[in-house]
């Protein structure tokens, strides 16, 4: 079936470098798209959405790419920090009349100093 | 301003108890949702409400019931708890399509 997915399930990364994320989807219906950040042992934090009338958007220290094309999401985190570490997952506004979040399952980022 | 609160915290159980999880938001929230995280996996929703008095199935809605009779409060209800229903279980509330959900910090739940 149809679903969210992410390519790498780890990501390392040395302190200050530009850290990407991909997340592939397999739905052209889907219209939203949000990115999230989750520590050990605490809940999903939200870092940046984009609705798919826009290709690109971006937050302090992070950009999301949307391409239709071929189905990618990715966040890119500039500049990346021991605090960037974390388990950072992509969901779409899919099924249950685009009233739920269906999430990927997610990619560790570790970042070395 | 608390955002979405979930009591308890950590729970274990033996199988066959029953018990209720709760989920409280303060910001006037239409949707709220329950989710289930296993280990290394993502999020799978549960039950979901898009207002006071409404519930939905979601993705993995076997051995769980949910109520939404005041706006503010989501309740999860394990009739008969099953070591399969070990899981970290999330809470999230959002004003409607296409926003971010918030999420709480989680119910930690052992079934022995």
């Known amino acids: 079936g149809e679903s969210v997915g992410l390519h790498l399930p780890t990501l390392s990364v040395q302190e200050g470098d530009n850290s990407i994320i991909n997340c592939a989807y397999s739905?052209?219906?889907?219209?939203?798209f949000i990115w999230y950040k989750q520590e050990s042992g605490k809940g999903p934090q939200f870092i940046i959405d984009?609705?798919?009338?826009?290709d690109k958007r971006q937050g302090q220290r992070v950009t999301v790419l949307l391409n239709k094309t071929v189905k990618h999401l990715s966040l890119q985190i500039a500049a990346t920090q021991p605090g960037d570490s974390a388990v950072y997952f992509c969901?779409?506004?899919?099924?249950?009349?685009?009233?739920?979040?269906?999430f990927g399952s997610g990619t560790r980022l570790q970042v070395q100093p | 301003n608390a955002g979405v609160t979930q009591t308890p915290k950590f729970r274990v159980l033996k199988t066959g108890q029953s018990m209720t999880l709760l989920c409280a938001q303060d910001m006037n929230h239409e949707y709220m949702y329950w989710y289930r995280q296993d280990p290394g996996m993502g999020l799978r929703l549960i039950h979901y409400s898009v207002g006071e008095g409404t519930t939905a199935k979601g993705e993995v809605p076997d051995g769980y019931n949910v109520s939404r009779l005041k706006k503010q409060n989501f309740l999860l209800g394990l009739e008969s708890a099953a070591p399969s229903q070990t899981s970290v279980y999330f809470c999230a509330s959002r004003t409607g399509d296409n926003q971010p959900q918030h999420f709480g910090d989680g119910t930690r739940l052992s079934i022995l």
């Open positions: 739905n052209s219906a889907s219209d939203y």
């Open positions: 969901a779409e506004n899919k099924y249950t009349g685009r009233r739920a979040l269906t």
């Open positions: 984009i609705r798919s009338n826009m």
